[in-house]
T-cell receptor, first 113, second 111 residues
Framework: GAVVSQHPSWVICKSGTSVKIECRSL??????MFWYRQFPKQSLMLMAT?????????EQGVEKDKFLINHASLTLSTLTVTSAHPEDSSFYIC?????????FGPGTRLTVT | DAKTTQPPSMDCAEGRAANLPCNHS???????VYWYRQIHSQGPQYIIH?????ETNEMASLIITEDRKSSTLILPHATLRDTAVYYC????????????WGAGTKLIIKP
């Protein structure tokens, strides 16, 4: 299957700062990418869907001004958590669709202190 | 809301077949059943998917009932590395083929 990378794999930041997470598809051109977050012992929650070259579509309850998504190319999408707070601490996972399959990155563990 | 229901946890002895059930009684005719697993603190890993026929690959087998209201994922010879949360998902045919995630089944393989 396709390979998806995320960087960084984990990050610790102070409250009020911004953090950027990169998601790259290494061997596939992804027109649509998904961003999820996962709190401890919970399932994945879809945050937003982004299509290359257009604005992301956010799920209900996800603040678009706080979670900035940029899907600038077919192989790169970024999620920026702006003015992070401790409640934003979570596991963030990117994903993209390739035909009938969906491929996931390894995730980024964000801890806001 | 997730369109699937799974038992919250299961145990299986190492070397035995692990059979993970899933109910999806409201599945539509053109919706696929997908199985993923997530090992602790990792991204989900694709296992298998099917529409109405049984499917098999190098990882597992998927058995879908004739009425498509339930399915079973079979790991034929479970190993300790198969300990993970297994998600049964119905792929919703929205414009972006969204996966709706349920709570999954925590499978623990015991030596």
């Amino acid at each position: 299957g396709a390979v998806v990378s995320q960087h960084p794999s984990w990050v610790i930041c102070k409250s009020g700062t911004s953090v950027k997470i990169e998601c790259r598809s290494l061997d596939f051109q992804a027109t649509t990418m998904f961003w999820y977050r996962q709190f401890p012992k919970q399932s994945l929650m879809l945050m937003a869907t982004s299509n290359e070259g257009s604005k992301a579509t956010y799920e209900q309850g996800v603040e678009k001004d706080k979670f900035l998504i940029n899907h600038a190319s077919l192989t790169l999408s970024t999620l920026t958590v702006t003015s992070a707070h401790p409640e934003d601490s979570s596991f963030y996972i990117c994903s993209f669709t390739g035909g009938l399959e969906q491929y996931f990155g390894p995730g980024t563990r964000l801890t806001v202190t | 809301d997730a369109k699937t229901t799974q038992p919250p946890s299961m145990d299986c002895a190492e070397g035995r077949a692990a059979n993970l059930p899933c109910n999806h009684s409201t599945i539509s005719g053109n919706e696929y059943v997908y199985w993923y697993r997530q090992i602790h603190s990792q991204g989900p890993q694709y296992i298998i998917h099917g529409l109405k026929n049984n499917e098999t690959n190098e990882m597992a087998s998927l058995i879908i009932t004739e009425d498509r209201k339930s399915s079973t994922l079979i790991l034929p010879h479970a190993t300790l590395r198969d300990t993970a949360v297994y998600y049964c998902i119905v792929r919703v045919f929205t414009s972006n083929y969204q996966l709706i995630w349920g709570a999954g089944t925590k499978l623990i393989i015991k030596p």
